[in-house]
């Protein structure tokens, strides 16, 4: 088990308030009942108070939402009584690259072995989504219940740039016994289009409330330190200023592509949504990246020494940008330019490098 003092500031951050517990309440196909715009906000809103709560926010969101869509009643309910006794979802897809995750067949019932990497909130998270793979390789979601198995929590090599209080740490399940009652969906289905890759506009919204609170705070210590009359440093706040209304425009863009989907769910408009949050990942990426260079910039190297808050959220934020197959993200709004045109890629929405 995992020491008390290894978790403590992660229980700290976990401390959703009951304003941002509420927004996870979905209908059965996982559609937020506040909206997407409202989700998006609180996901925005959550990074901005801290980087890891946010991203055990949306994982959170993430893994409601999956049990909305994929579960049977009883696990809807189960998942309920969960919620509202503070239990906190997440998912766990990420694999061990030595071990991976795998669900094996044991005298008539089921065994785990192997374990995931990157399992943000461990420790701390009561019911984590997991992906395991079946003997034919086909991938199956699973729920578990950490305060009922022996999982093996390994905070040992998390020595991360940033995120540092997310505890993304590597989690062992050799041996674990699985139920029939803890598989989520039918195998494949977490991977589901559009909802796989349209879910990155959940952290986009995260790193967008990072970016705000950056912005924010450099503003603030320039007109502390006397230098908000200086020309450059106010074109970098110009800069860094639009920058933030541009990554708010696209998440707004991609909150309208969901609705549109939720509204008519068609092939056209889902691939219309994973094209708009690839572009809105994309940008956003670049926005925060940009919002760095300027931030830093501005402060100087005084403020990158703590406790003013700069060094740390840069480290956050750079930490945090890395999300999967941003290259892959990038090729696919390319393709799909070409497809739309008539050009040399057939459109593949879906496809994956
Ligand atoms: C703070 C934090 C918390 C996280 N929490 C979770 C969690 O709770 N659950 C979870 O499942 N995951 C989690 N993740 C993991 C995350 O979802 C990604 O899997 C991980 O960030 C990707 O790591 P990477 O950048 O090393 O990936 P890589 O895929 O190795 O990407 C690195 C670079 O290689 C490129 N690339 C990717 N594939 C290929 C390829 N085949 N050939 C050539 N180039 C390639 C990418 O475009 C990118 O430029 C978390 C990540 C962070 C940063």
């Keep these: 088990m995992i020491a008390e003092r290894e978790t403590t500031a992660a229980r700290r951050c976990y401390d959703l308030d009951p304003a941002l517990r509420a927004l996870a309440a979905c209908d059965d196909r996982g559609v937020p009942l506040a909206g997407r715009d409202a989700e998006t906000a609180a996901l925005r809103r959550a990074g901005a108070r801290n980087p890891s709560l946010g991203r055990i926010f949306e994982g959170h969101l993430n893994g409601v939402q999956l049990v909305a869509r994929c579960g049977t009643p009883e696990q809807r309910a189960a998942a309920s009584d969960d919620i509202a006794s503070g239990r906190l979802f997440g998912v766990w897809n990420t694999h061990d690259e030595d071990d991976r995750l795998r ?25 984590p ?66 909802w796989f890759l349209g879910g990155a506009l959940r952290f986009a919204a995260v790193q967008t409330g990072i970016v705000e609170r950056l912005y924010a705070a450099s503003v603030a210590y320039l007109c502390e330190r006397g230098r908000a009359e200086d020309a450059f440093q106010t074109a970098r706040v110009a800069e860094m200023k639009i920058a933030l209304h541009t990554a708010g425009h696209w998440l707004a863009v991609g909150a309208a592509a969901w609705r549109a989907f939720d509204a008519e769910p068609t092939d056209a408009s889902a691939a219309e949504l994973l094209d708009v949050v690839d572009m809105a990942r994309t940008v956003v990426e670049r926005v925060a990246l940009d919002v760095i260079e300027r931030a830093v910039r501005s ?55």
């Design 103 to 127: 669900i094996e067949r044991h005298a008539g019932g089921l065994r785990l072995r192997g374990g995931k990497t990157w399992a943000s909130g461990a420790g701390s998270i009561g019911r």
């Design 129 to 194: 989504i997991v992906t395991g793979a079946w003997p034919d390789g086909s991938v199956q979601m699973i729920v578990l219940r950490m305060d009922e198995i022996a999982a093996r929590i390994d905070p040992s090599e998390w020595r991360p740039l940033g995120m540092h209080d997310s505890d993304s740490f590597r989690v062992g399940f050799d041996g674990v016994v699985v139920e029939s009652r803890d598989l989520l969906g039918a195998p494949g289905e977490y991977e589901r289009q559009p």
């Design 299 to 353: 402060v100087g190297a005084r403020g990158l020494i703590e406790p003013a808050p700069f060094a740390g959220l840069v480290r956050d934020l750079q930490m945090y940008l890395r999300q999967p197959a941003p290259d892959a993200a990038l090729l696919r709004v390319g393709r799909a330019a070409f497809a739309a045109s008539g050009g040399p890629h057939p459109a593949a929405p879906f496809a994956r490098i």
